[in-house]
């Protein structure tokens, strides 16, 4: 297939539109649906991601990706029980057996709230244990270089057997000059091609040095800004995104954002969030809302006389800013990935307040000197990968 004719563009009124490819055959096959513009957007830049996080790690990836920028990336590192609970999967039997639907565990559940209606990328064949975390959710679709029997059927009877699933070729290798029209002016560059591993990490210029998990998860962080919308800024854990601040102006407005979501992530592993008295009729979408209004306090007092009973089968008790500064006060060892450099030390301090130990960023400012001054004032390990990863 060298040519496949969508629905329309990125909005209704934006047709005709199409995917084509010169002088070969596309590297897809659409196995269910009709995925769209913005569906294949997500598709090709989620599958890149995952594709190099296998290459640079040697596990399983997945990552949830929305209006063209993830939400999350993970490998598949096995969940804690507390994991598995603030995920919503512990009750799938045989998750630890599959790495990759591990992944998809931590990927999808890191920010529950941006995941709804993504599309999933999976660096490796689709099981049938990923494809039934895949299934529950409220998702457009999924692209994989494969899929078991038993994970198609299964992903072909989702939204009424509308499901995307689309596959792709593994080994396909795009040309290394790539384009695009703006205004009807065509741009052309190089691909941003350029690997990230652990030897873009040796340029550690603090006092503290890496640990080799922190490596990992600086090489997710890493990977999961290059195909992140910038300006961006990734907090990363136990091999996941936990936070992914994206197409912010400012650079400290995206370590904000980004910090603040890596901070509703542990407070969702809290006792009090992990044993909120959900009713059985409540759908999982209503759930993430109540438990992100929980923790976050927004909209409404989800705690509130008139509120509470619609999510909740006896009233909880508020979850308060004191408890929750004590809470996350105990958590440590987050890595930070930046596409671009510090401009000011305000990035670190910010960083720090959300756990951070070890950093990632390319170095260049003039005031880089203070950047690690800040850093070495915290006992923050930091690194200058000497590469930028703007994506646009």
């Known amino acids: 297939m060298q040519e496949y004719i969508l629905k329309y563009g990125c909005n209704p009124n ?77 009750d799938i039997e045989g998750l630890d057996d599959s790495l990759l639907a591990c992944a998809y565990a931590r990927a999808r559940g890191t920010d529950r709230m941006c995941s709804f209606g993504d599309w999933v990328s999976l660096s490796d064949v689709c099981d049938l244990t990923t494809a039934q975390l895949i299934y529950r959710e409220v998702s457009d679709g999924v692209i994989a270089p494969g899929y078991t029997d038993e994970a198609l059927e299964l992903l072909k009877s989702k939204r009424k057997g509308n499901y995307n699933i689309v596959k792709i070729d593994p080994d396909y290798v795009p040309m290394e000059m790539e384009s695009k029209q703006v205004f009807g002016i065509t741009f052309e560059q190089l691909r941003n091609n350029c690997v990230i591993d652990e030897a873009c990490l040796n340029n550690v210029v603090t006092v503290a040095q890496l640990p ?129 450099f510090f401009p000011f030390s305000d990035n670190v301090v910010r960083a720090y307040m959300s756990g951070v130990d070890y950093i990632a960023e390319p170095g260049g400012s003039i005031r880089d000197d203070i950047v690690i001054q800040e850093c070495n004032d915290r006992g923050i390990a930091m690194a200058f990968t000497g590469q930028r990863l703007f994506h646009h």
């Open 14 to 90: 934006q047709n005709p539109a199409r995917l084509y490819i010169e002088g070969g055959e596309l590297p897809i096959e659409i196995l269910n649906g009709r995925p769209g513009y913005i569906n294949f957007l997500d598709a090709l830049n989620g599958w890149q991601l995952v594709k190099e996080l296998k290459m640079a790690t040697s596990l399983p990836a997945a990552t949830s990706f929305k209006h063209v920028s993830p939400t999350s990336a993970a490998v598949g590192v096995v969940l804690s029980d507390t994991l598995k609970k603030a995920c919503f999967v512990d």
């Open 212 to 340: 080799d998990e922190a490596k990992r998860d600086l090489i997710v962080a890493l990977i999961t800004l290059k195909y992140t919308q910038s300006n961006s800024v990734c907090y990363a854990v136990d091999g996941q995104a936990i936070g992914v601040g994206a197409g912010q102006q400012s650079r400290i407005h995206c370590t904000r954002l980004a910090g603040d979501k890596a901070n509703t992530w542990f407070l969702r592993q809290h006792d009090k969030v992990i044993n909120l008295p959900f009713r059985d009729d409540i759908s999982r979408p209503d759930r993430d809302n109540a438990v992100d209004a929980y923790v976050n306090k927004n909209e409404e007092d989800i705690c509130a006389d008139g509120v509470w009973q619609r999510y909740f089968t006896t009233r909880p008790e508020p979850f308060t800013v004191e408890e929750q500064r004590a809470y996350l006060a105990t958590k440590r060892g987050v890595s930070l990935g930046s596409d671009a």
